[in-house]
């Protein structure tokens, strides 16, 4: 089984800036689509950006120009780089794993605990 393990989280001022990191515990990710969402209370899980197994990557609207989403399948790792945060980035961010080779289709098999993000 795939243990997802997302690491970065805090508490950080509007306009500063996180790096989420999510590790593997298997060598998924040369074969897999790694995806990060997020949660805030009250409102629905969001894809906020994903990294296929091509290094394609893609974001939602809201966080275009201000994330980037990188891997680092040496180090079985898939960052997420946070800038020019906004009180409406805070949330529960997730990172989870779509095992297939190609584009992704979102349809994630395995998901970390989460890690919490909070902008003042």
């Known amino acids: 089984d795939v243990q997802l393990v997302e690491s970065g989280g805090g508490s950080v001022q509007a306009g500063g800036s996180l790096r989420l990191s999510c590790g593997a515990s298997g060598s998924i990710y040369g074969g897999a689509c790694v995806g990060w969402l997020r949660q805030a209370p009250g409102k629905e899980r969001e894809g906020v950006a994903a990294i296929d197994s091509d290094g394609i990557e893609s974001y939602t609207d809201s966080v275009k120009g201000r994330f980037t989403v990188s891997r680092d399948n040496t180090n079985n790792t898939v960052n997420l780089m946070m800038s020019s945060l906004k009180p409406e980035d805070a949330a529960m961010y997730y990172c989870?794993?779509?095992?297939?080779?190609?584009?992704?289709?979102?349809?994630?098999?395995?998901w970390g605990q989460g890690t919490q993000v909070t902008v003042s």
């Open positions: 989870a794993v779509e095992v297939v080779v190609g584009i992704c289709r979102y349809e994630y098999n395995y």
